[in-house]
């Protein structure tokens, strides 16, 4: 079952359209495209909290570390769902965000990805940027708090 979004922070999520060519030989989207919408929600994601081209201004950009996926429901071509992301954690060196994408609360399929923010030019890691520590920190206490 679809945890409330009042329990998220740092919450977004974005309708997606399911296209043909996500539909493998059984009718169904295909395992490997919710992976895509991982991505399609983790930039979302970004735009709304630190936007990537900020990020490149500043000569660095998040690395995945880790994908994980559950499949709870088939999606068909005619369905809309709505993919959903939020924050599990961000500390100094990782972040956490969750997955979930949904039609009529119905959930079809949660993940997370854990990464990291590495210099572009030294490849290497670097603490996560101090605003997404303190926004995600504000809003865990204004959650908290309730």
Not at 34 to 60: G, Q, S, T
Not at 88 to 108: C, M, S
Request: with cysteine.
């Amino acid at each position: 079952m679809e945890i409330p979004n009042l329990n998220r922070i740092m919450y977004c999520e974005t309708p997606i359209q399911i296209h043909s060519y996500h539909i493998d030989g059984m009718n169904i989207v295909h395992n490997s495209i919710y992976v895509k919408w991982f991505e399609e929600i983790r930039m979302v994601f970004l735009d709304k909290y630190y936007p990537y081209a900020k990020m490149l201004e500043k000569n660095f950009s998040p690395v995945i570390a880790s994908t994980e996926l559950s499949y709870k429901s088939p999606l068909r071509i005619f369905d809309k769902p709505i993919g959903k992301g939020w924050v599990e954690k961000i500390g100094r060196a990782k972040w956490i965000l969750n997955f979930e994408i949904v039609t009529d609360n119905k959930v079809h399929c949660t993940g997370r990805q854990v990464g990291y923010m590495v210099d572009l030019e030294r490849l290497k890691p670097i603490p996560i940027p101090e605003e997404l520590v303190s926004q995600f920190e504000l809003e865990n206490a204004a959650k908290s708090g309730m």
